[in-house]
């Protein structure tokens, strides 16, 4: 059983940053890892993979976000964390945080890879 939380949160103006945090809790054994990923879904859309770290430690992101948002983690904390950039109103979406307890991360963005999944943290961006 893992639990996942995500915070961080909230509503800024175009141009402006948030820095979300994800936090997983729970059994592995040496040679498993927590793989978090960071996925956004939009009303009435599909949810999509903003962010990802295969083992070890290489970073994916989508065109739309490259270049403005950053995952990064600390080990030690079972934490990632995902800094936001530059915002954009097309970046409002509810942002969840997804784990999978693997022997290596590959970084996939396909929602049924991840078995554990945050409540999600809304994040809106005005015009």
């Known amino acids: 059983q893992v639990q996942v939380h995500e915070s961080g949160g909230g509503s800024v103006q175009t141009g402006g940053s948030l820095r979300l945090s994800c936090t997983a809790a729970g059994k592995t054994d040496n040679r498993s890892h927590y793989c978090l990923t960071w996925f956004r879904q939009a009303p009435g859309k599909e949810s999509v993979g903003v962010a990802s770290m295969s083992t070890p430690g290489n970073t994916y992101y989508p065109g739309e976000v490259r270049d403005r948002f950053t995952i990064s983690q600390d080990n030690a904390k079972n934490t990632v964390y995902l800094q936001m950039d530059r915002l954009q109103p097309w970046d409002t979406a509810m942002y969840y945080c997804?784990?999978?307890?693997?022997?290596?991360?590959?970084?996939?963005?396909?929602?049924?890879?991840?078995?554990?999944w945050g409540q999600g943290t809304q994040v809106t961006v005005s015009s």
């Open positions: 997804a784990a999978a307890v693997e022997t290596y991360c590959t970084g996939n963005f396909r929602p049924e890879r991840y078995d554990y």
